[in-house]
């Protein structure tokens, strides 16, 4: 078999390639949701008093809301009663050191391809892994702490750190923001918990993985990173699930908080299990992620690729409070199958002289319905204001749709603002020109998809790009013709 | 939500006996009218304000229309508080008309509220290519005219349309339907230069078919609260939509353009433009939606709006929205908003060219792009001269 034939038996015989599933022992809560659970939830992870008062309050706020309907997807009714809130891979004691963690699980994140073991320095990535619900393992910990940077899970920082986790808990993104916000600050199980104090460069990327390991669970994690007066860090963050025929429900709150001159790069390779070719199972991703630019110079900037979920409904979001400070949203999503994208951005221009930059590509193949959602909102006090956005479409077949809602709100006269949009399909004499060359169909497609997204590639750390650029022509697999 | 209703209570009174306007007014109780949250009035809570300023039950008996406001020559026609008055209207050469009983429309709620309350349709069948025009004269509480225009197999026909408030706080809800037939041609121009108590909600709906060409022109100066609602329906196959619009707004005004624009069948062509330059207090809205069907292959369409904001008290709100369900298309959609260049002032001012001059200057360039396509003279002075005594 000559090499070229190889890599595309590769490529035709990959489908979802994370979709098995581990069995290993869990602690779970039965189905439902109740303040019965949220105490469950809260007792085991020895919560203080105030963080339980905060969840049953959210929990009474999410009784009295409605199920947003707005978004321009379609699904079934979420039957909330028959989820499983909580569920942990049973472990015998908190590990102390990554020899202590159960080795299935262990083995589980080689399986992703995501060693956590130290030979993972050789990347210089710091990784907290979390499983359904639970971080598993946080590398790297000593390294980062002798900097005075705390990275560990939720649950570990409300204990060690309650001050701090007590401060900025729903300051950027309010329990009663919206619906899966507030769900989420009633149940959410573990996430990742991120300070840099003040004037520290964080000299790694740091990075949380999630994965939906049990059935019939929702996964509802928080990551909240803070990022004190001058400093500075990158963020990852990747997850998958297992392939499964019934919907699972991700609600996860991001919470980013930047102070003067700090700048957050986050980034989101999200990769959830899809579902099926005729759109059977597959995550619903509902996430609220938000930053707030509190200090002047701050710099707040989103990248994602979206190439997983059934339905996707998301929106980073960053609140431009500060002077002078930046908001940056770079995304690429890809939609094939059925798949539902209903995602984009809010640009909250309120301090003088903010920024913000948009640059959005939609790919939408298959049966797919792909949206751009997009507000900027520049306040009366901003001025100087300047925004550019720019949101590209590209249609491959005759079945799929996509569709662009931005929204332009300005109160001040000296804002400057511009929106562009285009709609295009990958053209023949495109896919002509690369098979004159020797470039088969499939790959020409490929190659002309990674072209239209490299500006938003390039924003990528470097490990996260290699991965981001094969999942795209993964996801398209299939679907020229 | 009660507080809506109270509107639709008052005027339940005068719905039509006929079998449509009934039919429509029961829709509408059912649908309600737009409120806050509703999507397509976001921006322009329009049952609130009508509430609050206008007297459904203001009636005034007289048939008062000022002859020196508009030229009696040509074909017009004269509709005095929503309702035709044929003894001033005239008519030229083949150009022919009827009225007739209310038809159904469209079903989004102001449009039915038009349906249900208006006493009879103004059917004009299309002729020679000279010019029509539309006057209303409104003096009482609410009016509703309702138009339909046929234009048949290879005709073409041009209408302007004018309103006049002659009454403070009166609401105009109009309602004109535009059957654009094979290879026809029709130019719509309305003019809208209102005083600070005038409202109204106009809604203008196209069907063309194959080969047929739609033109809609729309500038707007003042007025308390000016809704446009401008549906092209491009049915068939190489049809062409144009849409051009300039709303260029001092004082309180509001203004909001919502254009929809919908491809149905392959081949066909849109364009649109809508230019804004808001002053003092006032709020402009834009929001255009491109609908491309799945059929709608080798389709164009294209989008754009810019927008100049004057003062610290303007607000705009715009959203341009692109759907697209058929992959062999071309469509692209920008929106700026800005102000004035200062080189471009500073250059002006340091060849002896005062500011405010320089400003009208720019200013004007800037809004005359919209009227480039306008095809009759009269209009396009007649806007031309809006455009200089609104900015000097």
Partial sequence: MSIEEQILEEFTSKEYEHGWSVDFEADETPLGINEDIIRFISAKKEEPEWLLRWRLEAFRLWQKM??????????????????????????????????????????????????????????????????DSVSVATTFKDKLSELGIIFCSFSEAVQEHPELVRKYIGSVVPS???????????????????????????????????RINAANTGQFERTLIIADEGSY????????????????????????????????????????????????????????????????YAKISWTQVETGSAVTWKYPSCILKGDHSVGEFYSVAVTNNHQQADTGTKMLHIGKNTRSRIVS???????????????????????????FSQCDSLLMGSLCGAHTFPYIDIKNKTAQVEHEATTSKVGEDQIFYCQQRGIDEENAVALIVNGFAKEVMNKLPMEFAVEAQKLLALTLEGSVG | ????????????????????????????????????????????????????????????????????????KGSHFIFINGVL??????????????????????HDPLSLLNTSLASNELVITSGTESPVFIYHFNSVGISNP????????????????????????????????????????????????????????????????????????????????????????LNGQNCEGHMYGL?????????????????????????????????????????????????????????????????????????????????????SHGCTSGQLDKDAIFYLRSRGIDYKAAKAMLLRAFAEETLEHVKLETIKHEVLDLINQKLL
């Fill in chain 2, 247 to 331: 709303f260029l707004l001092d004082k309180k005004s509001h203004i909001d353009n919502n254009t929809t624009v919908d491809h149905i069948q392959p081949n066909s062509f849109s364009n649109e433009l809508y230019k804004g330059i808001l002053d003092e207090d006032s709020t402009g809205v834009f929001n255009g939606k491109i609908y491309v069907r799945q059929d709608a292959q080798k389709t164009n369409a294209f989008q754009s709006n810019n927008n100049i904001l004057l003062s610290e008290g303007a607000t705009l709100h715009t959203k341009p929205q692109l759907e697209i369900w058929a992959d062999d298309v071309k469509c």
């Fill in chain 2, 85 to 106: 008055n044929e003894k001033l209207s005239q008519v030229q050469g083949d150009i022919s008309f009827a009225i007739e009983d209310v038809k159904e429309g469209r």
């Fill in chain 1, 176 to 210: 009663n923001d919206n619906y899966y916000a507030a769900l989420n600050s009633a149940v959410f199980s573990d996430g990742s918990f991120c300070y840099i104090p003040k004037g520290v460069r964080c000299p790694m990327e740091l990075s949380t993985y999630f």
């Fill in chain 1, 66 to 131: 409605e199920e947003p309907k707005w978004a321009n997807v379609s699904y079934p009714m979420i039957d909330f009663q028959a989820i499983k809130y909580y569920s942990a891979p049973k472990q015998e004691k908190k590990p102390n050191s990554l020899d202590e963690v159960d080795p299935e699980l262990l083995k589980t994140f080689e399986r992703l391809g995501i060693s956590l073991q130290e030979q993972k320095r050789l990347t210089g990535v710091a990784i907290d892994a979390v499983i």
């Fill in chain 2, 146 to 233: 309702r138009v339909r225009i046929k234009v048949k197999s290879g005709e073409s026909i041009q209408l302007i349309e004018k309103l006049f408030e002659t009454n403070e706080n009166t609401f105009t809800n109009s309602f004109i339907h535009f059957e654009v037939a094979e290879n026809a041609f029709v130019c719509h121009s309305k003019v809208q230069n209102y005083n600070s108590s005038t409202y109204s909600h106009e809604t203008v709906a196209a069907n063309v078919e194959n080969n047929g060409r739609f033109y809609n022109n729309t500038f707007s100066f003042e007025g308390a609260l000016t809704r446009n609602n401008l549906i092209i329906n």
């Fill in chain 1, 233 to 296: 860090v990158s963020y990852l963050e990747g997850c998958t699930a297992p392939m499964r025929d019934e919907n699972q429900l991700h609600a996860a709150v991001v919470e980013i908080y930047a102070a003067k001159n700090a700048e957050v790069k986050y980034s989101t390779v999200q990769n959830w299990y899809p579902g099926d070719k005729n759109g059977k199972g597959g995550i619903y991703n509902f996430v609220t992620k938000r930053g707030i630019c509190v200090g002047d």
């Fill in chain 1, 361 to 387: 590509k939609g790919i939408s193949a298959g049966k797919s319905q792909n949206s751009y959602r997009g507000q900027v909102e520049v306040m009366k006090r901003a001025e100087n204001a300047r925004n």
């Fill in chain 2, 1 to 72: 939500m009660i507080k809506e209703y109270n509107m639709l209570r008052s005027l339940e009174g005068r719905v039509n006996e006929n079998t449509s306007s009934r039919e429509a007014w029961k829709m509408l109780t059912e649908i309600g009218l737009p409120h806050k949250k509703s999507e397509t009035y976001k921006f322009t809570p329009i049952v609130l304000i009508l509430e609050k300023n206008i007297d459904w039950d203001l009636n005034s008996k007289s048939t008062f229309c000022d002859k020196k406001l508009y030229a009696a």
